[in-house]
Each structure stands twice: as structure tokens, then as C-alpha cells.
């Protein structure tokens, strides 16, 4: 199965930023689809960012212009570059291996472990 590892959360102030890293356990290359999730306390889990394996990726209003999502298949890994941080930003974020079709994204099982962003005021 596909492991992945999700890092480089932490806290920071608003305005500033985080990069975020998801290290898949196979070659990242043979995954149709990679997203960013988070989860708000109180709040349902919801995509930010997904990039597909032709690169072509796409974001959740509340973040374009702000985080960028991005691959490096030689280290099998997806990023999440995470620029002018805001304190609703704050949530765990999650890193799935999934599926890109007919303009959606759809959710695998597979999820790393979550690593937690807070961004103060």
C-alpha cells in the first residue's frame, strides 16, 4: 500500500509562511493525482490543492494566489508552498494519493498522518 509522511507544519504569525512536505512510500509518478486537505477543528475536511501526474494543478478559492502545490518525483514527494498565512488557515493538513477525472478529485484511502499549521494574530 502507499505510505505517506506529511511534514513542516508548525506556528507562525499572519502574513507569514510554511512549506509544507508529503513523502510518498512509491513512485509518485505512477499516482494519477495528489491533493492537500485540512481540517478546522469543528469544520469538515476539505481539498486546497491537487496536482495531477501531467502537472496541471488546482486550488480552493481561499488560497489561489497564496500556496502553490508542487512535485518532485525523483524524491516522491509533493510540497505545499504556503505564502501570506492567515489565521483561518489554521488546521491540520493532510496529503492524499487519489484520483483526478471528469474536473473532480476523489479522495483515496490513502492519508498520511496530518501535521498541524496554526497561524496566530
Known amino acids: 500500500q502507499v505510505q505517506l509522511v506529511e511534514s513542516g507544519g508548525g506556528l507562525v504569525q499572519a502574513g507569514g509562511s510554511l512549506r509544507l512536505s508529503c513523502a510518498a512510500s512509491i513512485s509518485i509518478f505512477r499516482i494519477n493525482a495528489m491533493g492537500w486537505y485540512r481540517q478546522a477543528p469543528g469544520k469538515q475536511r476539505e481539498l486546497v490543492a491537487l496536482i495531477t501526474a501531467g502537472s496541471s494543478t488546482n486550488y480552493a478559492d481561499s488560497v489561489k494566489g497564496r500556496f502553490t502545490i508542487s512535485r518532485d518525483n525523483a524524491k516522491n514527494t509533493v510540497y505545499l508552498q504556503m505564502n501570506s498565512l492567515r489565521p483561518e488557515d489554521t488546521a491540520v493538513y493532510y496529503c492524499?494519493?487519489?484520483?483526478?477525472?471528469?474536473?473532480?478529485?476523489?479522495?483515496?484511502?490513502?492519508w498520511g498522518q496530518g501535521t498541524q499549521v496554526t497561524v496566530s494574530s
Open positions: 492524499n494519493a487519489g484520483s483526478y477525472a471528469g474536473l473532480n478529485y476523489h479522495a483515496s484511502d490513502y
